[in-house]
T-cell receptor, first 116, second 116 residues
Framework: AQSVAQPEDQVNVAEGNPLTVKCTYS??????LFWYVQYPNRGLQFLLK??????LVKGSYGFEAEFNKSQTSFHLKKPSALVSDSALYFC??????????????FGKGTTLSVSS | GAVVSQHPSRVICKSGTSVKIECRSL??????MFWYRQFPKQSLMLMAT?????????EQGVEKDKFLINHASLTLSTLTVTSAHPEDSSFYIC????????????FGPGTRLTVL
């Protein structure tokens, strides 16, 4: 069965410091991995995805994530956090062996709080 | 590109009435649309998957007679909550995939439903 774990309910960082939001996954085949961000009372905004190729994926707003197959992880990172990065972050996975158009499996979400 | 809209953004209704929520892909034809439900500070729960011109596939535990989904065209899917009750109050979010990029889901801004 597919699953996604985001072990931290909340991550607190100071503005200007690097941030990491953790994600681990479990799928039977090769994973397609995604990060989304959600601001209060809004839908999800796509940040980045890993399908194949380079393990380091760069996305929107200066975010990046590294796919680590041996650790089954896809942690989200940013070198220098901004107060405006404060939001709810979701990691999601889809098994590549599933047909196209299969729904994503989401983690429970991690609230990122960046203090000034 | 890849913009998904939802209407209304917020709706308040009386118990026993029905509410229709629209999800539109504005600049692409959506191969598949998904409907999610999100409780406060929780992850997204997939309710159903809909493909244009065919019946929606509902997740286990989701009542298809209560949550009617119609995917009438490649740009429009509707979710009707029939005979709404206070426990149906939630944040409903749709997403869509495009034929050229079925790996990525694009999310609508969500609809906040409050049933009195």
């Amino acid at each position: 069965a597919q699953s996604v774990a985001q072990p931290e309910d909340q991550v607190n960082v100071a503005e200007g410091n690097p941030l990491t939001v953790k994600c681990t996954y479990s799928v039977s085949g090769n994973p397609y991995l995604f990060w989304y961000v959600q601001y209060p009372n809004r839908g999800l905004q796509f940040l980045l995805k890993y399908i194949t190729g380079d393990n380091l994926v760069k996305g929107s707003y200066g975010f990046e994530a590294e796919f680590n197959k041996s650790q089954t992880s896809f942690h989200l990172k940013k070198p220098s956090a901004l107060v405006s990065d404060s939001a709810l972050y979701f990691c999601a996975v889809r098994d590549s062996s599933k047909r196209a158009g299969t729904a994503l499996i989401f983690g429970k979400g991690t609230t990122l709080s960046v203090s000034s | 590109g890849a913009v998904v809209s939802q209407h209304p953004s917020r709706v308040i209704c009386k118990s026993g009435t029905s509410v229709k929520i629209e999800c539109r892909s504005l600049d692409f034809q959506a191969t598949t649309m998904f409907w999610y439900r999100q409780f406060p500070k929780q992850s997204l729960m997939l309710m159903a998957t809909s493909n244009e011109g065919s019946k929606a596939t509902y997740e286990q535990g989701v009542e298809k007679d209560k949550f009617l989904i119609n995917h009438a065209s490649l740009t429009l899917s509707t979710l009707t909550v029939t005979s709404a009750h206070p426990e149906d109050s939630s944040f409903y979010i749709c997403s869509a995939t495009a034929p050229a990029n079925t790996d990525t889901q694009y999310f609508g801004p969500g609809t906040r439903l409050t049933v009195l």
